[in-house]
Nanobody, 124 residues
Framework: QVQLVESGGGLVQAGGSLRLSCAAS????????MGWFRQAPGKEREFVAA????????YYADSVKGRFTISRDNAKNTVYLQMNSLKPEDTAVYLC?????????????????WGQGTQVTVSS
């Protein structure tokens, strides 16, 4: 079992930056693939970024590539999402997710554990 708690969301102007954190419980955090998803009002939950258990490989949605960076610190049981050059269309609830027994996961159904989410609002 893994419990995930996100933090770091807030209100920022377009062009600004935010850093999201996701703290995980459990002793085997380092064995989990970690992902970030987002969900805007009235829209489907969409993939944002994922990172392998070692941190050696990452994958991004085209909409955030070059602006967002996912990273992890296994010693702190934490995964991060650095978001730069934010746009109003990035406004959403951002959720952290975890899964294991795979090398990489980019689809919602591949993840077993989810956090409650943190709100990110980008004003124009």
């Amino acid at each position: 079992q893994v419990q995930l708690v996100e933090s770091g969301g807030g209100l920022v102007q377009a062009g600004g930056s935010l850093r999201l954190s996701c703290a995980a419980s459990g002793r085997t955090f380092s064995r989990y693939v970690m992902g970030w998803f987002r969900q805007a009002p009235g829209k489907e939950r969409e993939f944002v970024a994922a990172i392998t258990w070692s941190g050696g490989s990452t994958y991004y949605a085209d909409s955030v590539k070059g602006r967002f960076t996912i990273s992890r610190d296994n010693a702190k049981n934490t995964v991060y999402l650095q978001m730069n050059s934010l746009k109003p269309e990035d406004t959403a609830v951002y959720l952290c997710a975890a899964t294991r027994d795979t090398w990489m996961a980019t689809r919602r159904y591949e993840y077993d554990y989810w956090g409650q989410g943190t709100q990110v609002t980008v004003s124009s």
